[in-house]
């Protein structure tokens, strides 16, 4: 499967991952040549074969009690790039709404 | 020997001094820095951090009654302490410091343990020559031409070169054997679960799991032992007692182990086919008995590695978007935000493994490329256990080449993957595997041998492990006396 620059553009978009216009062709050589080489997948007899799962058997559950190991609010913010009053901040997402 | 000297000594033997009061938990840590480190570090490059306040704060506090009392440990930087910074390796994480310490981390200063430093690594362990950490390589302390391997090439390396007796990286497709075989130190990566992860940053989480470095395997047993068993705080870690590994000397007279020669009929060093046959002549000669078995290709399994893998990472890694942690790339548009964070703070080899996971997930691909894969792992499964079937355990490379050298491979993604192409099989099927340093080759460079076994083995393969150990001892000391690593050329004897 052969990945070309408008594609890889499309990846990295879904992957809200922002690449360098100059960078882009070069990316797309090298998700190519990966995708190449996984084709081998596509040789082997899968035959009757379910998709491995390792989740412990019967969802290990604690008991449903405060737990004194919480990160308070404040704590949870604290290496965030702005927070204010245990909360993160972000750009508006929406338009100014009517009250 | 003198407090100085004790960077010398095995963990065990730090405990038991530090127990008996005849030696200080800030001497243990000091020795290290004050011996090795001021003669390596500069060169090696194994730390991210080693902030002296906190180190010598956590030695002070080290209790001096516990297993691992005193031992000063290096931890790999995708695990979180609240002492010191947790970066991945990683622009987007620098400077950031954890609300919370990692289960392992936290078992380990129960214990007595002193975290005195965090260790160099891949970007987010993504890499096999630590070349992608964001903060500069580790070089190897063998050859310093060389990688250390990765992605925890710098826990690796300061346990090569005598910072401290035993360290803690992650070890998600090789990340704690590659490095140990290309080091020359011993490598675990216990059962898929064994060691909580959590307060370990997530990579691919069906495959992830904390591994450990040491340099005597009774270190091995001992730092498994201490951090081993279930935690509330990890719904995957695995469910019951760990597996008992006090009886790690007890031999292995009558064990099994398979001899996959197709393996490495071509395209493995030799010198490392060498250290393959030694190690099997050891362990017959300690009573083992070797059955000859074919196995699947490692093609295969590099295969489906990387598309589950960089799947599991392109989700794993959304967390980081310029709002929770770290670094952000401002814009008055929060897509925009996302995006710029995201491609100014992550390296080359990440941004390649989110888009290429990103694509794996994506509409219209998902059956093609992600579902083949967890089918074929689930072939790789079914391989393992007929294998153990008819053995006790496999012996096999950990690598396929020795140390190679820095930029070799860092614009070569393909070839860089296939460097993993004997360990991580194991994290496909969910088994431990233990790498054991095997002496140099006549150029100076550690050669090795990778041991896997069945889920809960781990056991067997430190018997296995001690038995090539003791066989190692040009010396050919007793049992019970611990043999010194083979250091790298130049530290002062």
Wanted: proline share 8%.
């Amino acid at each position: 499967m052969a990945i070309d620059r408008a594609e890889a553009a499309r990846i990295a978009s879904l992957a809200r991952l922002s690449i360098p216009e100059d960078e882009l062709d070069r990316v797309a050589a090298q998700l190519s040549q990966v995708l190449g080489f996984v084709e081998r997948l596509s040789a082997l007899d899968l035959a009757g074969l379910e998709p491995t799962a390792f989740a412990p058997a019967g969802g290990p559950l604690r008991p449903d009690e405060p737990d004194p190991r919480t990160l308070p609010p404040g704590t949870a913010t604290e290496g965030a790039p702005e927070a204010e009053d245990g909360y993160f901040l972000v750009p508006p997402v929406l338009e100014a709404l009517e009250p | 020997m003198t407090a100085g000297e004790a960077w010398r000594l095995p963990a065990r033997e730090i405990a038991r001094r530090v127990r008996a009061g005849s030696l200080a938990p800030e001497a243990a840590a000091e020795a290290g820095f004050a011996g090795p480190a001021a003669r390596w570090e500069r060169d090696v490059h194994a730390l991210l951090a080693a902030e002296p306040a906190a180190w010598r704060a956590a030695a002070r506090a080290a209790r001096r009654d516990g297993p691992l009392s005193g031992v000063p440990v290096v931890v790999k930087d995708n695990l979180c302490t609240v002492d010191q910074p947790t970066t991945c390796g990683s622009r987007i994480l620098e400077g950031w410091r954890s609300p919370y310490d990692a289960t392992v981390v936290r078992r380990l200063r129960e214990a007595g343990a002193v975290v005195v430093g965090k260790g160099n690594m891949d970007e987010f362990a993504m890499g096999s020559s630590t070349e992608f950490s964001a903060f500069g390589p580790t070089r190897n302390p063998h050859d310093l031409s060389r990688v250390p391997g990765g992605s925890s090439g710098g826990p690796a390396a300061a346990v090569a070169y005598g910072l401290v007796p035993v360290a803690l990286g992650s070890d998600t497709g090789g990340s704690v054997r590659q490095p140990a075989a290309f080091c020359g130190v011993y490598g675990l990566k216990p059962t898929y679960g064994r060691l909580s992860r959590w307060g370990l940053v997530a990579f691919g989480s069906s495959l992830d799991q904390v591994g450990i470095f040491a340099r005597h395997v009774g270190d091995l047993a001992e730092v498994f032992a201490t951090l081993a068993g279930p935690d509330p705080y990890d719904a995957s870690a695995r469910p019951g007692r760990a597996p008992d590994v006090s009886g790690w000397h007890d031999g292995v007279r009558g064990l099994r182990f398979g001899w996959p020669e197709n393996l490495w009929r071509e395209g493995v060093e030799p010198a490392l086919v060498a250290a393959l046959a030694r190690a099997a002549e050891a362990l017959e000669r300690a009573g083992a008995v070797r059955v000859p078995l074919e196995f699947l290709p490692g093609d295969v399994a590099v295969a489906a590695y990387y598309l589950l893998a960089t799947a599991e990472a392109s989700s794993n890694l959304a967390r980081f978007d310029g709002v929770r942690y770290g670094l952000r790339k401002a814009s008055g548009e929060l897509s925009e935000l996302y995006a710029r964070t995201r491609g100014e703070g992550f390296g080359p080899e990440v941004r390649r493994r989110i888009l290429l996971g990103t694509y794996a997930l994506s509409a219209g691909y998902h059956d093609q490329y992600y579902e083949r894969a967890q089918r074929a792992r689930s072939r790789i499964v079914a391989e393992h256990r007929a294998a153990f079937g008819r053995c006790d355990l496999l012996l096999l490379p950990a690598v396929p080449t020795l140390p190679f050298r820095l930029g070799e491979k860092t614009d070569d993604p393909l070839a860089m993957y296939l460097s993993d192409v004997f360990t991580l099989g194991a994290n496909l099927a969910g088994i431990p595997g233990l790498t054991v340093p095997m002496g140099l080759a006549s150029g100076g460079l550690p050669v090795s041998v990778q041991l896997l076994g069945p889920a809960d083995a781990e056991p067997r393969l430190l018997r296995a492990a001690r038995a090539l150990e003791l066989d190692g001892d040009p010396a050919g000391r007793p049992a019970d006396e611990e043999r010194e690593p083979a250091w790298p050329g130049g530290v002062a004897r």
